[in-house]
């Protein structure tokens, strides 16, 4: 149906709180990828899965950052006690399948800022 | 490590201008080279995207040139309109090794087409 979705599309949260960020990627995209754009910076890959494989998770900043695929498709990025630094738009995008040249599609981003 | 260098940051064209933008690259690993358009608000979309073997690719308006021997790739936009104004971001992935499957992005370029 539709192109991937994000929620929240904002989230503002302070300080050491907890942030919980969903993605939902295109029907019978096998491949989930997640980035971080921050301000004036490009797009830094942070974790990606690729059907029922153990995730790449080479990209995630800390051990604060962690992501989760539950059932081959939704997708939340949890970062825990979150620090001004984790401010940034954070983009999700899938693809039917990792390799090759398949096109990654992306969300329209959730925006976090953190007080 | 930076492994896509993307210039220049900012560029600001008239209407009916050819904007270049130039990305440089190091891992000679990647074997695909796709550029995204992004609009305020919204998550970045494949504009065009070009493979090692070739020098250059068409699609409209939007021209790619790779120069392999120099690691080298640049987007051209032919009659640029007001409408083009985006950043644009290079980017590169490989077929196999630490870059294969996610996406290593340029800086983007900030482009404004005046009327």
């Known amino acids: 149906g539709a192109g991937v979705s994000q929620s929240p599309s904002n989230k503002v949260t302070e300080k050491g709180k907890d942030v919980e960020l969903r993605c939902d990627p295109i029907?019978?995209?096998?491949?989930l990828y997640w980035y971080r754009q921050s301000l004036g910076q490009g797009l830094e890959f942070l974790i990606y899965?690729?059907?029922?494989?153990?995730?790449?998770k080479s990209g995630l900043p800390s051990d604060r950052f962690s992501a989760e695929r539950t059932g081959g498709s939704v997708s939340t990025l949890t970062i825990q006690r979150t620090q001004q630094e984790d401010s940034a738009v954070y983009l999700c995008?899938?693809?039917?399948?990792?390799?090759?040249?398949?096109?990654?599609?992306f969300g329209p981003g959730t925006r976090l800022t953190v007080l | 490590q930076q492994q896509v260098k993307q210039s220049p940051q900012s560029l600001i064209v008239q209407k009916g201008g050819i904007p270049i933008i130039n990305c440089a690259y190091e891992n000679t690993a990647f074997d695909y080279f796709p550029w995204y358009q992004q609009f305020p608000g919204k998550g970045p979309a494949l504009l065009i995207a070009?493979?090692?073997?070739?020098s250059e690719k068409k699609e409209g308006r939007f021209t790619i040139s790779f120069n392999k021997s120099a690691k080298q790739f640049s987007l051209h936009i032919m009659d640029s309109q007001p409408g083009d104004s985006a950043t644009y971001f290079c980017a590169a992935k490989s077929a196999g090794g630490t870059s294969y499957g996610k996406l290593t992005f340029g800086q983007g370029t900030i482009l404004t087409v005046h009327p």
């Open positions: 899965f690729q059907g029922n494989s153990a995730p790449d």
């Open positions: 995008a899938s693809s039917f399948r990792t390799g090759g040249r398949d096109e990654q599609f």
């Open positions: 070009i493979r090692p073997d070739v």
């Open positions: 029907s019978g995209h096998t491949a």
